[in-house]
């Protein structure tokens, strides 16, 4: 059984991901569609791109992320979730998905917008407003059934892409609290940070030295060359209901 299974690769659900994978929790990303941030046309109000970024560019980018912390991934629309055992949600969930073999998991993170009738069996506390439903959630993203979190914009959180991130990776450290890993913050720091002052590194920190910083930066700076070197062919998805000439 696996730590945690996220429902949603999207932009929070990869955001919890990459928390929780990097605190050691053995996390599965099911996804069954794409991000509605692939309908941006530009992506020019996140932090860190001065001049924007494409958003499926983005999207490419943090899945990539989630993949170096160690988060696996599965194709797939989930259909429904269910206790493990009624009397027992510790022991639990298994999700169904459509077409594939059933999934466990611990705790499971809903970042599905705009779907979450598969959380229907469970009771979490849905609130309709107009025509789409909301998951209703404490300041950790806890649901009403313990070992069940909403994230992102199914969460009511606004309609923002660095919002939902933000609150994808503030579910994601509820989720390794919970979960009772040993942890303080996940940190890279200076050799000697810490260390230097008497301190032990705490648990979920890294002290690296200026070799190993070097060799980072140069990863990091070859990822980002590599994957800006040429622009994307893809285009924005356009909303269902307009018709477009595609050729
Ligand atoms: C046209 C448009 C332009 C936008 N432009 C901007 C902008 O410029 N800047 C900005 O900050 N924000 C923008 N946004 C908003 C931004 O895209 C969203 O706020 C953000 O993507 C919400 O993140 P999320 O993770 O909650 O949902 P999403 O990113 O949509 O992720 C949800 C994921 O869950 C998956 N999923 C759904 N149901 C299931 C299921 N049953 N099983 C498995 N997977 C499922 C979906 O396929 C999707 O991949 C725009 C939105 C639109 C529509």
Request: one cysteine or more; aromatic letters at 6%.
């Amino acid at each position: 059984m696996r730590d945690v299974c996220i429902v949603g690769g999207g932009v929070a659900g990869l955001a919890a991901s990459i928390l929780t994978a990097r605190a050691g929790l053995d996390t599965l990303v099911v996804d069954g569609g794409e991000s509605i941030l692939a309908r941006n046309a530009s992506l020019e109000n996140y932090p860190g791109f001065p001049d924007g970024i494409d958003a499926r560019r983005y999207l490419q980018l943090t899945r990539e992320q989630a993949r170096n912390a160690g988060a696996t991934f599965e194709l797939g629309r989930v259909t429904s979730v269910e206790p493990v055992a009624e009397d027992d949600l510790e022991a639990g969930f298994v999700l169904e998905t459509d077409g594939g073999e059933p999934l466990e998991a611990r705790r499971v993170i809903a970042a599905s917008w705009a779907d979450s009738d598969y959380l229907v069996p469970l009771d979490v506390g849905r609130i309709q407003r107009g025509n789409k439903h909301f998951v209703s959630v404490d300041e950790g993203g806890r649901t009403a059934v313990d070992g069940v979190y909403a994230a992102g914009r199914i969460a009511g959180e606004p309609h923002q892409a660095i919002v939902a991130a933000g609150h994808g990776a503030k579910v994601g450290f509820a989720v390794i609290h919970d979960a009772d890993v040993n942890f303080y913050q996940d940190w890279v720091v200076p050799e000697g940070y810490f260390t230097g002052r008497g301190r032990e590194v705490p648990p979920g920190c890294e002290e690296i030295d200026d070799e190993e910083r070097r060799r980072r930066d140069e990863r990091a700076r070859e990822t980002m060359l590599e994957a800006l070197s040429e622009p994307l062919a893809e285009r924005p998805t356009m909303h269902p209901s307009v018709e477009r000439d595609r050729s």
